[in-house]
């Protein structure tokens, strides 16, 4: 897959857009029809192949953005941002300079602690809010897997709990575009994540602050952010949910996408 | 020329045969059984420590007395390879210890520093105990030192220049003054410990063959140390340095050059041999620090070498391998055997690379203090001498005896002579 092309999917009208953030590049996915979603991305990018895209295509418009630095997302203009915040003013600048109005931000992984900085900032943006597994929140019991101990794609499989469900999307053995792509996704993960790894300590604080309905969901299998993460999230925010989703590891769009898709349909049909 | 001694101070009490080692993934779907990182600290004993740092220095203190011109120091961590995980300490300790050897540090891991102001003050008093004897040598360190002090490998070279240029400023401009970098930032430094050597003790930086790290020695006029290389590396390293060095204006001589290599000397070439094999105790690389991706975590290494180091980290492409200690001696990054088949390679080392100065790697593994003792006895008594002759027929002088400069920026140097 080279640089910049929509992963793919059985929907076939989905674009891919550039437009200028604080003077630089941003590139998108953009398909679908229905109220306007954010989907915000794992740090190890857009899978290749997925099916969660087209089932969230057929109740939103979904914008899907490479994160700025990260592989297609133009990363020598984006080298200068420091932390996740940094990332979220982005993101939130993107969707203003896109006039979606007020949306539903969709955050997975390590876009999902993207998406709730965002919340924190920008509570007015919000419809509702997803949270995927997202990182953001230290656990108290135990440790966010630490990638930068290990090779990338050991990192990518730590994240499905059925090994064959890696290979259908990647291949048993990724080619080289997309190691080379995982590495230029590592070198800004670190930019933004090295220490503390993976959390804000202000985080659970400021997240008191979002009103919006939130759904937060975890796969029963994920090694990479500890289960206690998804409470801990839940008991910060005033109107949060949890939900588990069976047989899912850290990649539960890719593993479960339509349990994740149906949840996320039923949340945005019933949320006030 | 400069004749150093250099040892990893190996942790000799640990056994490659019968150490419990843990498994790690190392892509690929395969594993690999590490001696560094993650290999668990339960196998440090301190009793066998307390021994081994006691034998260590009375060695340092014979190489002293024998005339050895200085004492190579380095720095490791989290592996028993190497038991010099702070090496300021030993520069301190040696500071009082010696009497006349020079204290060659190569070298402090500058970016694992989160307080160069203080690192400037540590260098300075280890300069005034010894009275002026101090070469602090600076390096990057490896992707493990970044990994364990928790420094974004990331910014390694962006902290090295920094903490360079902070340590240069505390030790040379007088303070208080303020710093404000990218990576340090400092509202009052003003140090009461400057170095007795003018301008600044020497610098000497010591790699095996980082592009960058080569240029940016020449660059600033600092002697450059191939670590284990070969000729063909020394010869490549030497090429880069040169062409970088008249890019600047100035004409590099082997007071500009150094080389360590392993080198092992008994009474016998059986012995000497028996002795050279420890130094392959590591699984064969003698770090064992050799891991696709702690080696070069990501943001670490050159980007002319992402592609392999991608595939490396991937399982894909192998890590180089080194080589077999019988090619090592061919290649004279390893030479053994008895005094005069030492001296023999290693004017053939001085003949071939042309180095002002010459580390003698002469312990390592389980090699022990008696052996040890030994080995430097002969290496002082029989080898250096011929070594010395042979290096002034040659020439090749070290940057005391070229009086060099400092460095690119400072004059001829004024050392203020010990009373």
Request: hydrophobic share 40%; glycine share 8%.
């Amino acid at each position: 897959m080279a640089v910049g092309e929509p992963s793919i999917t059985r929907n076939s009208t989905w674009t891919v857009e550039t437009v200028q953030v604080c003077g630089r590049d941003i590139s998108f996915q953009k398909g679908g029809s229905g109220p306007p979603l954010l989907l915000l991305p794992r740090d190890n990018g857009h899978p290749p192949r997925h099916e969660f895209l087209d089932l969230l295509a057929a109740d939103f418009t979904v914008c899907y953005p490479w994160l700025p630095g990260f592989h297609s997302g133009h990363p020598d203009g984006w080298q200068w941002l420091a932390n996740v915040r940094d990332l979220a003013i982005v993101q939130r600048q993107l969707v203003e300079s896109l006039h979606l109005g007020r949306l539903t931000v969709v955050g997975l992984g390590f876009g999902g602690w993207v998406a709730a900085e965002m919340a924190t900032m920008a509570p007015g943006l919000l419809e509702r809010l997803v949270l995927v597994a997202p990182m953001g929140v230290q656990p108290v019991n135990g440790y966010i897997y630490d990638q930068f101990i290990v090779g990338s794609e050991t990192y990518a499989r730590a994240g499905f709990a059925d090994q064959a469900a890696f290979d259908a999307v990647y291949g048993a053995e990724p080619d080289f575009d997309q190691l080379e792509s995982w590495e230029t996704d590592r070198e800004m993960t670190s930019r933004l994540a090295w220490k503390p790894y993976m959390y804000n300590p202000t985080l659970p604080g400021l997240l008191a602050g979002v009103a919006a309905p939130t759904l937060i969901l975890w796969g029963d299998a994920d090694q990479v952010v500890p289960a206690e993460c998804g409470e801990a999230f839940r008991a910060s925010m005033p109107n949060a949910s949890l939900e588990v989703v069976a047989h899912a590891g850290h990649a539960v769009d890719v593993e479960q996408p339509r349990a994740l898709a149906g949840r996320v349909a039923a949340f945005c049909k019933n949320a006030t | 020329m400069h004749l150093m001694y250099f040892t990893e101070q190996p942790l000799s009490s640990w056994d490659p045969e019968t150490t419990e080692l843990e498994e790690v993934a190392v892509g690929g779907g395969k594993t690999q059984r590490v001696t560094a990182l993650l290999h668990s600290n339960k196998n440090f004993d301190p009793r066998d420590g307390s021994r081994l740092y006691n034998e260590r220095l009375d060695e340092y203190q014979y190489v002293d007395e024998l005339g050895f011109d200085g004492i190579m120091l380095n720095e490791h961590h989290t592996a028993p390879f190497c038991m010099s995980p702070r090496i300021n300490l030993f520069a301190t300790l040696l500071a009082r210890l010696t009497k006349q050897v020079k204290i060659v540090l190569l070298g402090n891991p500058l970016p694992i520093w989160d307080n160069p102001v203080h690192l400037a003050e540590e260098l300075a008093i280890v300069d005034m105990i010894s009275n002026g004897r101090l070469v602090s040598g600076f390096v990057r360190g490896g992707g493990v030192e970044n990994i364990q002090a928790n420094v974004n490998p990331l910014f390694n070279r962006e902290r090295f220049e920094e903490a360079h240029d902070l340590v240069i400023k505390a030790w040379t401009q007088p303070g208080p003054f303020r710093w404000e970098g990218k990576h340090y930032q400092f509202r009052v430094v003003n140090p009461w410990a400057t170095p007795l050597q003018k301008p600044h003790p020497r610098i000497w930086v010591p790699g095996v063959a980082s592009r960058e790290t080569v240029v940016w020695a020449a660059q600033h006029r600092y002697p450059y140390i191939g670590l284990n290389t070969n000729f063909d590396v020394s010869q490549k390293i030497k090429d880069l340095y040169v062409e970088a060095a008249r890019g600047v204006g100035y004409e590099p001589g082997p007071e500009n050059f150094g080389q360590l290599l392993q080198c092992h000397v008994a009474e016998t070439e059986e012995k000497a041999e028996r002795n050279a094999r420890e130094f392959m105790w590591m699984r064969g690389e003698f770090t064992g620090l050799a891991h696709p991706v702690w080696g070069s975590p990501t943001g670490y290494g050159s980007p002319s070498n992402r592609k392999s180091l991608i595939e490396i980290a991937a399982g894909r492409r192998p890590l180089n391998v080194p080589p077999p200690l019988n090619q090592r001696r061919l290649e004279h990054t390893f030479v053994w055997g008895t005094p005069d088949q030492v001296i023999t390679q290693l004017k053939h080392v001085l003949d071939n690379n042309r180095v002002g100065i010459l580390a003698l790697w002469g312990n390592d593994g389980r090699i022990n203090h008696e052996d040890s003792m030994n080995c430097i006895r002969l290496l002082g008594k029989e080898v250096l001498p011929a070594l010395r002759d042979h290096a002034k027929k040659l020439g090749l002088k070290d940057p005391f005896e070229a009086d060099a400069p400092v460095s690119l920026t400072q004059g001829p140097s004024e050392v203020l002579a010990p009373a």
